[in-house]
């Protein structure tokens, strides 16, 4: 009988689940991704993320698992099967899932890993592969034929952080002596005192799959951090030329907004963060601009693609909490539906209890588009009106109808979510308007859409 509850407890299991119905074409999309853990003793364990889609078309189904088994001691660890890495805080290799984004990422080898007092060294071999969520549906994103070779060192003894790797691509898509690509680089941090200072460096060769001619790629992210008492301020930099290893590594974003304009194939950019008190009162200041690398006006371009951005926000209590933003936001050749986009937004979100207590958000934005403009305002209500039942009302208006959002000029829908002990359940019921939506540089258009969505998240 112990022996069976101790295998209960060392049992995990979660899974998040999204089903949609579409109200015009009865489509119906259904997708699951889950994990299921078993630790057997300190050291060992067993485990497999999985994804389940089960769609009205028979074509965009997917059942698939990824198994690992990983060992660990003080000194050493070992990744058998379908494991996640990262070097360089991802400037050289970023396989590591975003589940809030729904981009996964495996490497399906070996990876072994000693550590020895402050150092540590990392090695590994795999076959990548991604899954990436698009148009409501999984989908894969790689060549999953690549094969990928690496090699991590990293020092650490609590004032300076050095890290040096290099990692190897064979395309098996080219003849060799073409298929191998490589990247390697350098980061080094130092903290002392009030000041964190970052510089990560990495350098890409390669070959141009049409042409076989060579292919370079430098990238260069650096930050400075210095905080005193009431007072924080911040200084990044990012130099990208072609340092995009084959989607295999994910560059460092400098904007709240998370966008790269080109990828990592070419941007350069700058940004500036401060946050102080005043009393009880919270300000927060930051401005960004990435522009494309032959971009010769930093603060106003005008060749290639570019993402700017300038807030001002503040955290009040009112008696309650309120925080308030103002935004300015510049998008030049960022999607192919516009060439310059202005969006200049006012934003109220808190808290309060009117007999029960509710969230809200009332945003207020104008938008130069191209050649038109318009208004586009929008109120969330979130109250938890009934014990384990929180109800919302989500509404949008635009001042006229917007092409790129199938010449619709207003969105609703009402979302109840049920709270239980283990996890969450959701009903949206309405329309939802579409755009560009980014992660960690990565951005993805989501198409809008109208109908019922059920949502599931579990674990235990």
Same mark, same amino acid.
């Given at each position: 009988?112990?022996?069976?509850?101790?295998?209960?407890?060392? @049992? #995990?299991?979660? *899974?998040?689940?999204?089903?949609?119905?579409?109200?015009?074409?009865?489509?119906?999309?259904?997708? $699951?991704?889950?994990? !299921?853990? #078993?630790?057997?003793?300190?050291?060992?364990?067993?485990?497999?993320?999985? $994804?389940?889609?089960? #769609?009205?078309?028979?074509?965009?189904?997917?059942?698939? &698992?990824?198994?690992?088994?990983?060992?660990? %001691?003080?000194? @050493?660890?070992?990744?058998?099967?379908?494991?996640?890495?990262?070097?360089?805080?991802?400037?050289?290799?970023?396989?590591?899932?975003?589940?809030? @984004?729904?981009?996964?990422?495996?490497?399906?080898?070996? %990876?072994?890993? $000693?550590?020895?007092?402050?150092?540590?060294? =990392?090695?590994?071999?795999?076959?990548?592969?991604?899954?990436?969520?698009?148009?409501?549906?999984?989908?894969?994103?790689?060549?999953?034929?690549?094969?990928?070779?690496?090699? %991590?060192?990293?020092?650490?003894?609590?004032?300076?952080?050095?890290?040096?790797?290099?990692?190897?691509?064979?395309?098996?898509?080219?003849?060799?002596?073409?298929?191998?690509?490589?990247?390697?680089?350098?980061? /080094?941090?130092?903290?002392?005192?009030?000041?964190? !200072?970052?510089?990560?460096?990495?350098?890409?060769?390669?070959?141009?799959?049409?042409?076989?001619?060579?292919?370079?790629?430098?990238?260069? #992210? =650096?930050?400075?951090?210095? %905080?005193?008492?009431?007072?924080?301020?911040?200084?990044?930099?990012?130099? +990208?030329?072609?340092?995009?290893? /084959?989607?295999?590594?994910?560059?460092?974003?400098?904007?709240?907004?998370?966008?790269?304009?080109?990828?990592? @194939?070419?941007?350069?950019?700058?940004?500036?963060?401060?946050?102080?008190?005043?009393?009880?009162?919270?300000?927060?200041?930051?401005?960004?601009?990435?522009?494309?690398?032959?971009?010769?006006?930093?603060?106003?371009?005008?060749?290639?693609?570019?993402?700017?951005?300038?807030?001002?926000?503040?955290?009040?209590?009112?008696?309650?909490?309120?925080?308030?933003?103002?935004?300015?936001?510049?998008?030049?050749?960022?999607?192919?539906?516009?060439?310059?986009?202005?969006?200049?937004?006012?934003?109220?979100?808190?808290?309060?209890? /009117?007999?029960?207590?509710?969230?809200?958000?009332?945003?207020?934005?104008?938008?130069?588009?191209?050649?038109?403009?318009?208004? *586009?305002?929008?109120?969330?209500?979130?109250?938890? $009106? &009934?014990?384990?039942?929180?109800?919302?009302?989500?509404?949008?208006?635009? =001042?006229?109808?917007?092409?790129?959002?199938?010449?619709?000029?207003? /969105?609703?829908? !009402?979302?109840?979510? +049920?709270?239980?002990?283990?996890?969450?359940?959701?009903?949206?019921?309405?329309?939802?308007?579409?755009?560009?939506?980014?992660?960690?540089?990565?951005?993805?258009?989501?198409?809008?859409?109208?109908?019922?969505?059920?949502?599931?998240?579990?674990?235990?």
């Amino acid at each position: 009988m112990n022996f069976f509850l101790t295998l209960l407890l060392q @049992f #995990h299991f979660s *899974v998040s689940g999204e089903y949609l119905l579409d109200k015009d074409t009865l489509a119906e999309y259904s997708s $699951i991704f889950g994990n !299921l853990q #078993h630790s057997i003793g300190e050291n060992l364990s067993l485990s497999s993320d999985f $994804i389940l889609q089960l #769609h009205s078309d028979p074509s965009e189904r997917i059942f698939t &698992l990824m198994p690992q088994v990983s060992f660990s %001691s003080s000194t @050493f660890s070992l990744k058998l099967f379908d494991f996640q890495s990262s070097f360089q805080n991802g400037l050289v290799l970023a396989q590591e899932p975003d589940l809030a @984004f729904k981009r996964l990422r495996y490497l399906r080898g070996l %990876s072994a890993e $000693i550590a020895i007092g402050q150092m540590e060294i =990392t090695a590994l071999t795999g076959q990548p592969f991604n899954y990436d969520y698009d148009a409501f549906s999984f989908r894969t994103t790689n060549d999953t034929v690549d094969l990928l070779r690496g090699l %991590s060192f990293k020092y650490a003894n609590g004032i300076v952080d050095f890290e040096a790797s290099y990692l190897r691509l064979n395309r098996r898509n080219m003849p060799e002596p073409y298929a191998f690509q490589e990247i390697f680089g350098c980061s /080094w941090g130092l903290q002392r005192g009030i000041f964190d !200072l970052v510089l990560n460096v990495a350098r890409k060769w390669g070959v141009e799959p049409l042409t076989f001619g060579r292919m370079k790629g430098f990238g260069v #992210h =650096t930050f400075l951090n210095t %905080s005193f008492p009431a007072i924080n301020f911040s200084l990044s930099a990012v130099f +990208y030329d072609s340092i995009n290893f /084959w989607g295999y590594n994910l560059p460092a974003v400098i904007t709240e907004k998370e966008l790269l304009p080109g990828s990592g @194939f070419s941007d350069k950019g700058i940004g500036f963060n401060t946050a102080f008190y005043l009393g009880n009162t919270y300000f927060e200041g930051g401005l960004g601009s990435l522009v494309s690398i032959e971009e010769g006006n930093l603060l106003s371009p005008d060749d290639g693609k570019a993402f700017q951005e300038t807030y001002l926000k503040t955290k009040l209590n009112i008696p309650s909490r309120v925080e308030i933003k103002l935004a300015r936001e510049y998008y030049l050749r960022v999607e192919p539906e516009y060439e310059q986009l202005y969006v200049y937004t006012l934003e109220s979100r808190g808290f309060f209890s /009117w007999g029960v207590p509710v969230d809200y958000v009332m945003n207020v934005s104008f938008n130069e588009e191209d050649c038109f403009s318009y208004y *586009v305002l929008g109120t969330v209500i979130s109250a938890e $009106i &009934l014990r384990d039942f929180s109800f919302g009302f989500n509404i949008e208006y635009a =001042t006229r109808k917007i092409p790129r959002y199938e010449n619709e000029e207003l /969105w609703a829908n !009402l979302e109840i979510i +049920y709270r239980f002990d283990y996890g969450t359940l959701t009903l949206d019921v309405g329309n939802r308007r579409g755009g560009l939506v980014c992660s960690g540089g990565m951005c993805r258009v989501v198409p809008p859409f109208s109908g019922i969505t059920l949502g599931l998240n579990f674990g235990f």
